[in-house]
């Protein structure tokens, strides 16, 4: 199994990180090929240039774009972790989908309509968030994440599975629930691959 794991987050301390850690663990144990990407130690740029969105027309795809995009058809799963940020993922993640998952390369126009180019493959979004489930699903938080990004991106893209996890509170939580939430995590991962 060859996966793209795509992490998003700041701090390396962060829980964040150590969502990262346990997930690289639960793929190494099964033998899976890992390509890591640390979006803000790569300083990924996040902003569709007019010359990146030119490119997707007339074949100049930008180098940074064109090898990420290398990586996603290599991969049989993607997998992105980061934080929920007002509602939503982190701009530094949010501008990798926009310039890597491209018209032509995630998706095409046909005379049917929109048609996915990323079949077969699988997905799985992991998420953190400073407010405990109640208050997510209270302001729709929840499904406007699987809305906007789980559904809009993987499954206009044409995946064949995708999902979604989220860890609520994880600010105010304790250590051990905490670790606890990392056991969790271990059990959700060997159950979606």
């Keep these: 199994m060859k996966v793209v794991l795509i992490y998003a987050h700041p701090d390396p301390r962060s829980f964040n990180a ?22 803000y130690a790569m300083h990924w740029n996040p902003v ?3 010359k990146d969105y030119a490119g997707y027309d007339n074949g100049t795809t930008a180098e940074d774009i ?5 990586d996603i058809s290599w991969a049989d799963v993607i997998i992105m ?9 982190p701009a ?11 018209i032509g390369f995630a998706y095409e126009f046909t005379a049917s309509g929109p048609r996915g180019m990323l079949n077969g493959k699988k997905a799985l979004l ?14 729709g938080m ?31 939580v304790s250590d051990n629930e905490r670790q606890e939430m990392l056991t969790e995590l271990r059990q959700f991962i060997q159950n979606f691959i």
């Design 18 to 39: 150590a969502i990262a850690a346990v997930v690289r663990e639960e793929l190494e144990k099964i033998g899976a090929e890992i390509k890591f990407k640390d979006l």
């Design 48 to 50: 569709l240039s007019a």
């Design 66 to 70: 064109k090898a990420e995009q290398t």
């Design 81 to 89: 972790i980061c934080p929920v940020w007002w509602n939503s993922v």
């Design 92 to 102: 530094i993640l949010k501008g990798y989908i926009d310039r890597v998952f491209s």
């Design 126 to 139: 992991i998420t953190t968030s400073g407010v405990d489930k109640h208050a997510a699903e209270q302001s």
């Design 142 to 172: 929840m499904e406007l994440i699987n809305k906007s990004l789980v559904d809009a991106v993987f499954g206009f893209s044409g995946f064949a599975g995708y999902q979604h996890k989220n860890f609520f509170a994880v600010p105010t």
